[in-house]
């Protein structure tokens, strides 16, 4: 069993589903409203452990409602929540999500997320020193991913940035995370001056660019690979990205190649769309192989 840890934020999604997102000024009727554990560290954790990994969470949650529901989620899912800390001073951070049209529109309030400090990473190094792979996102503060990834880079421990939400980066991140998997626009912003060809080509095995229904694009050393994304009936899209990340990690540090690992990475995403809320259709270990092999 291959050992993750993850490093990133929790939150409770508040989430509303309507036929049409409403223009500015504009109050429309929507469908229904729900509250479900979220958070893109969350996601990413809950969903390499129902693929298998033993996951390892390091985060920050308020002494509040929302965080007590948060770490019980983590429990039911077999997440190890030792280095997740309820704070009393910040309330839990919330994301706040539109299903319509057949996306998402969200936005992340960080609350407790904000104290993900690199002291605080420090007090998890022995852990993350064992780890086969770390996963990372940008809902956490900056120097906070900056710290992880020189931790990383000087264990030797494989650091996979997820770079979401869209901010700029140092070079130095760049250079020393393993894997980077940003979306379309994410890589526009990460790699201004260049093309995403450019881009690419410069960061062979490393970058991964995602591109929704289509799949993910990467160079091999030699050619621009796509591969492809599987065909499904999308109820909820949130958390598909999560999926992906989780899938990939896990794929990776249990020796497969990048492009098992993708296909792997795109099967699980692929389901995860096909149930509500960010964490309700991520799949487990068997419902990828099962649908892999069909």
Do not use: W
């Amino acid at each position: 069993m291959s050992k993750l840890v993850v490093i990133g934020s929790s939150s409770m999604d508040l989430v509303v589903s309507a036929a049409k997102r409403p223009s500015a000024g504009e109050t429309i009727i929507g469908d229904s409203f729900k509250t479900v554990p979220g958070g893109k560290g969350a996601n990413q954790a809950v969903a390499a452990a129902r693929l298998g990994a033993d996951v390892l969470m390091i985060g920050c949650v308020g002494k509040d409602n929302y965080g007590k529901a948060i770490l019980d989620n983590f429990k039911k899912n077999n997440v190890r929540i030792d280095y997740v800390e309820p704070v009393t001073h910040y309330d839990t951070g919330t994301a706040h999500i539109i299903l319509a049209e057949g996306d998402n529109s969200i936005i992340v309030v960080k609350g407790a997320n904000d104290l993900l400090t690199p002291d605080y990473i420090d007090k998890a190094k022995d852990v993350i020193q064992a780890a086969d792979i770390v996963l990372i996102q940008q809902e956490i503060p900056e120097e906070t991913v900056e710290h992880v990834a020189e931790l990383c880079h000087s264990f030797q421990v494989p650091l996979l940035l997820n770079p979401a939400p869209a901010r700029e980066i140092s070079q130095n991140v760049i250079e020393k995370a393993a894997y980077l998997t940003p979306n379309e626009h994410e890589v526009t912003i990460l790699f201004k001056g260049l093309t995403k060809d450019e881009a690419l080509k410069k960061y062979p095995n490393k970058l991964f660019i995602t591109e929704g229904k289509r799949g993910v694009r990467y160079f091999d050393g030699e050619k621009e690979v796509l591969v492809p994304s599987y065909k499904v009936e999308a109820v909820d899209t949130t958390g598909a990205g999560d999926t992906f990340n989780a899938a990939f990690a896990v794929a990776l540090s249990e020796g497969k190649s990048v492009k098992e690992s993708l296909q792997f990475a795109n099967r699980a995403a692929s389901l995860s769309v096909t149930k509500f809320g960010a964490q309700g259709g991520m799949p487990t270990r068997d419902e990828v192989e099962r649908k892999l092999q069909a």
